[in-house]
């Protein structure tokens, strides 16, 4: 695979693409109709960031009427039956796929790709575009779901027919309509980007890039992008008979007319649970960039990381009807998933262990990404553990579709699109945009994120192993769950929402301030091996003046005999 | 140098040796023919091979020679192959909830009604079961008030259904004699179609005009006037 | 739009575009595949689709066959004529290509017209959803790869992108081996 090393810097296109960038663009053409893997990624993570608001916001509602039931909302109002139900299908559909697959990985990957390989854009840029303009009319077409007549979707995010299939169930049928066709378009998006990815990280490599030299976070988001190529199919197919189901009176999901209801659970979860992984790696190997760098260390063992997060992949698509034990499955069937579901645990605790291994002996350096990361160790290490009992068919009858659950998820999501996207942004920052972030204000808002959100989450383990039910709009009409110890951990819970909330408006201040008034970066603040910080900071359009050739793996930290602790992965020597 | 990528990237891209397409054509024609005679002689293992048998050779024969998969790189080939088997998996998977319609300690009674139905129905055989399975819409006026607006406007319409201690502002009495005097049946109509907030009351009233037709909804509504005392 | 340097490098071993076509394919073989693997689950699990079935017209869909065979000939063709650097030929073996694609499109709305005077329409019974759904699908992807085989062949005559030719070759014979399977699911098996 490895070509001979080359000198590229007399490429013709070079050049011409470089001048290019600096004359006569207008604002229309430079930030709205870019083909620069760049601006795309911008618009993914802004895009991404806006929708986090609005789910975020609906988190607060619908809390706040747990924890006060009845009680008018600051901010929102009276959240009725029927709002509750729309806030938190729609919760839970958009911090998943539109703001953990957006950043984690449209928006890092369009960065980090062709700057990590070192070449000049992705193979495709029109397709780029292409493919993030897909999904802003699929964010659109949700965001205008929600002001359909009867409000946005309420048949909770799983979809699950028939109480998805027809609107004399879910009471929303403009709502429900949209919700299937934005969702069907965001996975068309991403299948076009998932294309362009592995495309260009297979084909357009620097001279002497080769496999085992590639850095991980690039490892995680094309092995990502494959498992979201390989599992969405059958769910895209699923969507548009959920939708005939919805809008032209077919059956597909209707026992009573020869359909099956669990078919949709089947093509839902062979989907959903390679989804988990299609966002939990890229943030695996976001934390491996970061604490490489931070510890000054090579990472322990760069193959054992790289063929785990393959068995993972893997062994993905073999667990997922997990979720449906109690969905009147086959009992011998939920047997073989439960064995699969403890196997999936021992490659992600194998690369937990590796990632510790790393830090043991390091010079560790606790900077704001490096706190993310060691945060992001911390908190999966809870979503993971708490999964065991979810993933045994017999502990889960007891515990599904309780609050023990929704604690085990959001264990394992708020981790891996909250924490490993700031432990992303705030390494790159100086790259992305050419200035540095806040330190002291990055701290703040760490402490401020990572506190509340146990806070949060910690209570709802205790509710969930009590029997609190998910989806219940007040707990205050059931005399076993209006208990005031339960409702004071409710109460608990929201007030840390709420703190948590509070501390996000330190890290949008420091964003903002620091993207128009930060210290100027230089090309490598961090000292760090890989190609992007090679390039200048920002990265002009067609990001290095000279295209590099690789000579070394990417963790090269603390070589022997040499004047630096780091080792370039260009550097001739 | 500076032309190296451009030469690798078609390197194998040349002029290779093309069989003779007309002949693979030819073959698969007569292949078509075959599939299309097989059911003719009735037997239905004759049938399967022929159909489904002759469509893999077939979809063989387009993949190796048309699409040049004997001569493209290993890994394309394990690739497709790769997604095929995550299809049988799939199958594999599901089959065994929804192409059976009964396991252990399971039945699907739903289905075998509708097979024993729609087999009953192509015999010529008269339906055993004349009316559909039970829907929301063929129940009466008040199994809808018990089974949607009982939780909260209470069994006897007094608005104390069991959801309603924790409402604000309190749902309605339909047995308060003044609640009547500012309304109309066409009021209460519109209420339970378009919800609370259509009439500037509390939006703690869905609206249900995806739950209920017209006809339900005027027989609803003549229901809670038998509540007025 | 310049072409940046990351299109022409080929670390795989094999071109870009043809890379992606096959990654195009793949994903496809998952969509179709999820969709099929539904419809045969239920076909086996209910005896009386077999008699839904048998309305459907064995005739038409194998003609059908038969000119997407064909249409997958000249589109095969149509390589061999780009690799010889023949873009005029290629060209009009690729419109000749479409035509297929027109005429498959011509006979499945014939059919599909006369099923539904017939009352067999989408929501009559699983069978029929399923039948328009799939055969529904296959249809949007040829009418794409007709849309996109024109612009290839205005390239081609041109002697332009040849190597796309064999790109979207690619595409069509996977449309074709779809349909391959499609006919005796949909149609053979009564």
Request: glycine fraction near 8%.
């Amino acid at each position: 695979m490895a070509e001979p090393a080359t000198a590229h810097a007399q490429h013709p296109h070079n050049g011409a693409g470089h001048d290019h960038a600096h004359h006569d663009e207008g604002f229309f053409k430079k930030y709205l109709w870019s083909t620069d893997h760049k601006m795309i990624a911008f618009q993914y993570l802004f895009t991404g960031m806006l929708m986090a608001i609005i789910g975020g916001y609906f988190a607060y509602a619908f809390r706040m009427q747990l924890a006060y039931p009845g009680a008018s909302v600051p901010g929102y109002g009276t959240v009725s039956p029927a709002d509750y139900l729309m806030l938190v299908t729609n919760h839970g559909t958009i911090m998943i796929f539109w703001v953990a697959m957006p950043v984690l990985i449209a928006a890092f990957g369009n960065y980090l790709i062709p700057l990590m390989i070192g070449c000049d854009d992705m193979v495709f840029p029109r397709l780029n575009r292409l493919s993030y303009q897909i999904f802003l009319l699929s964010a659109i077409i949700l965001i205008a779901s929600f002001f359909v007549p009867n409000g946005g979707f309420s048949g909770a995010w799983t979809a699950y027919p028939p109480l998805s299939s027809q609107a004399a169930y879910h009471l929303t049928p403009w709502g429900a309509s949209l919700w299937v066709l934005a969702v069907a378009l965001e996975f068309v998006a991403f299948l076009m980007g998932g294309i362009n990815f592995v495309t260009t990280v297979m084909n357009s490599r620097a001279p002497g890039m080769t496999p085992l030299r590639i850095p991980m976070v690039i490892w995680m988001i094309v092995i990502a992008s494959i498992l979201f190529m390989a599992s969405v199919g059958p769910l895209v197919a699923g969507a548009v008979l959920l939708l005939f189901d919805q809008v032209l009176g077919t059956h597909v999901y209707d026992p009573n007319h020869g359909g099956d209801p669990l078919l949709w659970q089947h093509l839902f979860w062979f989907f959903g649970h390679p989804e988990v992984y299609v966002v939990l790696l890229p943030a695996m190997g976001v934390v491996a960039e970061v604490i490489t760098v931070f510890a000054r260390k090579k990472l322990f063992a760069y193959k054992t990381v790289l063929y785990t997060a393959i068995a993972t992949g893997i062994i993905s698509f073999f667990v997922w009807a997990h979720h449906q034990f109690v969905a009147g499955i086959d009992p011998r069937m939920a047997n073989i998933f439960t064995v699969t579901t403890l196997i999936i645990s021992i490659p992600i605790a194998e690369m937990v262990f590796v990632y510790l291994a790393t830090l043991i002996g390091g010079s560790i350096r606790f900077t704001t990404p490096m706190l993310w990361a060691l945060g992001f160790l911390g908190a999966f290490l809870v979503g993971g553990v708490t999964g065991i009992f979810l993933g045994s068919s017999g502990s889960d009858i007891y515990f599904h579709d309780t609050y023990f659950v929704v604690a085990h998820f959001h264990f394992t999501f708020f981790p891996i699109a909250f924490i490993g996207s700031f432990a992303a942004i705030t390494y790159w920052f100086p790259k992305m945009f050419g200035r540095m972030m806040n330190e002291t204000l990055g701290k703040i808002h760490f402490w401020g994120t990572i506190i509340p959100v146990n806070g949060i989450f910690l209570p709802l383990f205790i509710a969930g192993l009590a029997g609190d039910h998910r989806r219940i709009y007040s707990y205050m009409n059931f005399p076993d769950s209006a208990k005031p110890f339960l409702q004071d951990l409710r109460i608990m819970a929201t007030v840390s929402l709420c703190v948590l909330i509070a501390f996000q408006f330190v890290f949008l201040y420091n964003f903002i301030v620091s993207l128009l008034r930060g210290p100027k970066a230089d090309k490598n603040p961090w000292n760090a091996n890989t190609l992007e910080w090679t390039a200048e900071s920002p990265p002009p359009h067609g990001n290095f003046a000279e295209m590099p050739s690789v000579h070394r793996g990417p963790y090269e930290y603390g070589a022997p005999g040499r004047d630096q602790d780091f080792w370039p992965q260009n550097a001739a020597n | 140098m500076t032309t190296h990528e451009n030469t690798a990237a078609h390197a194998d891209h040349g002029e290779h040796a093309h069989p003779n397409y007309i002949k693979v054509w030819g073959i698969l024609v007569v292949l078509l023919v075959v599939s299309v005679c097989g059911p003719m002689l009735g037997i239905q293992a004759v049938t399967i091979i022929t159909a489904f048998g002759i469509a893999v050779v077939k979809a063989y024969l387009v993949a190796k020679n048309f699409m040049h998969l004997n001569i493209e790189r290993r890994f394309v080939v394990y690739l497709l192959l790769t997604m095929l088997a995550f299809m049988l998996l799939l199958f594999g998977g599901v089959a065994p909830d929804v192409m059976r319609h009964s396991g252990r300690n399971w039945e699907n009674i739903a289905a075998k009604a509708e097979i024993e139905r729609a087999l009953a129905k192509a015999s010529g055989v008269a339906e055993k079961k004349p009316a559909e399975p039970a829907t929301p819409q063929a129940s009466s006026a008040a199994d809808n008030y018990k089974s949607v607006c009982a939780m909260c406007h209470g069994e006897k319409g007094e608005g104390n259904g069991v959801a309603a201690l924790s409402m604000t502002p309190k749902p309605a009495n339909f047995a308060d004699p003044a609640f009547w005097q500012t309304r109309d049946k066409a009021h209460v109509e519109k209420v339970i179609r378009e919800g609370g907030p259509a009439v500037g009351k509390s939006p703690l009233m869905a609206p249900f005009g995806a739950r209920f037709n017209a006809q339900e909804i005027s027989a609803l509504a003549d229901y809670l006037m038998t509540f007025k005392k | 739009m310049q072409k940046p340097i990351a299109t022409t490098r080929s670390m795989a071993g094999l071109p870009t575009g043809r890379l992606a076509v096959w990654w195009v394919i793949a994903s496809e073989i998952v969509i179709f595949g999820g969709l099929l693997v539904s419809y045969i689950m239920h076909r086996l699990g209910h005896p009386e689709w077999g008699g839904y079935a048998s309305h459907t017209n064995t005739w038409a869909g194998a003609f059908n066959t038969l000119v997407l065979l064909s249409s997958s000939l000249s589109a095969v063709l149509a390589h061999q004529a780009a690799e010889r650097g023949d873009g005029k030929k290629a060209a009009l073996l690729l419109r000749l290509t479409c035509l297929g694609g027109a005429t498959f499109l011509g006979v499945k709305a014939l059919e599909w017209s006369h099923e539904i005077r017939q009352g067999f329409v989408l929501s009559t019974n699983g069978f029929w959803s399923f039948y328009y759904t799939a055969a529904g699908l296959h249809a949007l992807h040829v009418i794409a790869g007709m849309i996109i085989m024109l612009i290839v062949s205005r390239d081609a005559s041109k002697g332009r992108e040849l190597q796309r030719v064999e790109l979207i070759g690619i595409y069509w014979h996977f449309v074709d081996i779809v349909w391959i399977f499609l006919f005796p699911l949909l149609y053979i098996a009564k």
